[in-house]
């Protein structure tokens, strides 16, 4: 008799899933996580609101309320706006949309895992393009490499998670203008750093861009994530995203935050500040750990001691970072997310305690 595995696609039983140690620490830098929290202005206003709500009622099937406020803030129209649960279901709503077997995608890497997992298992054919020696992106390799393949679908992160490192507008708007696919930009640290892109998706229409509620607006426990893209693309994405994905509560804290960025702004001005002194600190080690500059919430950090060891060293004194050296171009790479100012110097003490 034969195995019900046999009945799983073999691109699906190819791949590992994505994965994460349930490890505890007092001090977790290891998620890119707002390390501030939200105001306790704004949980009260959103329980208050959700104690007013029907809770054996589903939520609205479209959430018109909460397309006009991102509309708002970013700028663009409401028709073509989608949320859903964290941008990891905007992800996979795009490439269920576009990608089946012989679609060929386009990845700057290293990059986020999940979209290898996505790709994967819709049976896309992976182009992977090498960022630059310094984990920079390899602009005119990858425009030169989106055209000869004929991609179907690129995705760029940018900032880019676990780099860093940022696309400028004038080269996407390059990318876009001369790529025949859809152009994928998941911007989920935005907020922290690197240009809006906005302006762009009237210029073209094949751009798509991904956002978050889970970084800046220190909403990482409620998965809220939105897609902004032409109203006739946005429209299919649509059809590949489950219904009633973003439940009730969610949609009311990120309608609040939305009502309340004098309160967040402040936050992310802060982790703005310790991303740069913490990038100072980790430079004072003679070269022990070497920072790739950053325009997100995380470091990507070249280390003398070997990824592993130093992971372990650190969570036995209560800190977890990221183990990033499984990854392509990053064998000597850890990431380290920007905590608090108390987390941040207790990170460099432990360092130093390792280095002595």
């Known amino acids: 008799m034969n195995s019900p595995l046999d009945k799983i696609k073999s691109n699906v039983r190819a791949i590992s899933a994505y994965t994460l140690a349930p490890l505890e620490a007092q001090i977790k830098i290891n998620q890119n996580e707002n390390p501030f929290g939200m105001p306790r202005e704004i949980k009260e206003e959103v329980m208050r609101r959700a104690m007013k709500h029907d809770w054996a009622r589903y939520p609205d099937f479209v959430p018109t309320s909460l397309l006009e406020k991102i509309a708002g803030y970013t700028g663009w129209r409401a028709d073509g706006v989608m949320a859903?649960?964290?941008?990891?279901?905007?992800?996979?709503?795009?490439?269920?949309?576009?990608?089946?077997?012989?679609?060929?995608?386009?990845?700057?890497?290293?990059?986020?895992?999940?979209?290898?997992?996505?790709?994967?298992?819709?049976?896309?054919e992976i182009i992977s393009v090498p960022l630059n020696e310094d984990l920079t992106f390899n602009f005119p390799r990858l425009a030169s490499k989106i055209?000869?393949?004929?991609?179907?679908?690129?995705?760029?992160?940018?900032?880019?998670?676990?780099?860093?490192?940022?696309?400028?507008?004038?080269?996407l708007a390059t990318i876009a203008r001369n790529s025949d696919g859809i152009i994928v930009v998941?911007?989920?640290?935005?907020?922290?750093?690197?240009?809006?892109?906005i302006?762009?998706?009237?210029?073209?229409?094949?751009?798509?861009?991904?956002?978050?509620f889970s970084k800046a607006?220190?909403?990482?426990?409620?998965?809220?994530?939105?897609c902004l893209a032409a109203p006739e693309l946005i429209r299919e994405f649509n059809k590949a995203k489950m219904p009633y994905s973003l439940n009730f509560f969610s949609m009311t804290a990120a309608e609040v935050a939305l009502e309340n960025l004098n309160l967040l702004r402040p936050l992310v001005e802060k982790m703005q500040r310790e991303r740069e002194r913490l990038f100072a600190e980790l430079q004072k080690f003679d070269g022990l750990f070497i920072p790739i500059p950053s325009a997100a919430n995380f470091f990507c950090v070249k280390t003398a001691i070997p990824p592993k060891e130093l992971?372990?060293?650190?969570?036995?004194?209560?800190?977890?970072?990221?183990?990033?050296?499984?990854?392509?171009?990053?064998s000597e790479y850890v990431r380290i997310s920007v905590g608090t100012p108390e987390e941040n110097d207790r990170l460099i003490?432990?360092?130093?305690?390792?280095?002595i």
Do not use: W
């Not at 998941?186 to 892109?197: H, K, T, V």
């Not at 607006?217 to 939105?226: D, F, N, S, T």
């Open 147 to 171: 055209v000869t393949a004929k991609a179907d679908l690129t995705i760029i992160c940018s900032p880019n998670n676990p780099t860093g490192c940022v696309i400028s507008a004038r080269d």
């Open 217 to 226: 607006m220190a909403m990482g426990g409620l998965r809220v994530g939105y």
């Open 349 to 355: 003490a432990a360092l130093r305690e390792i280095t």
């Open 84 to 124: 859903g649960n964290g941008s990891n279901e905007m992800i996979q709503s795009v490439v269920n949309s576009i990608v089946e077997k012989g679609v060929r995608v386009v990845l700057s890497e290293p990059t986020f895992s999940v979209y290898r997992q996505v790709i994967n298992v819709a049976g896309g």
């Open 311 to 330: 992971f372990e060293a650190l969570h036995a004194r209560g800190i977890l970072i990221r183990d990033i050296s499984k990854a392509p171009m990053l």
């Open 199 to 212: 302006p762009l998706l009237s210029e073209h229409k094949n751009l798509v861009i991904l956002r978050t």
């Open 186 to 197: 998941d911007q989920a640290y935005l907020e922290i750093g690197g240009e809006d892109f």
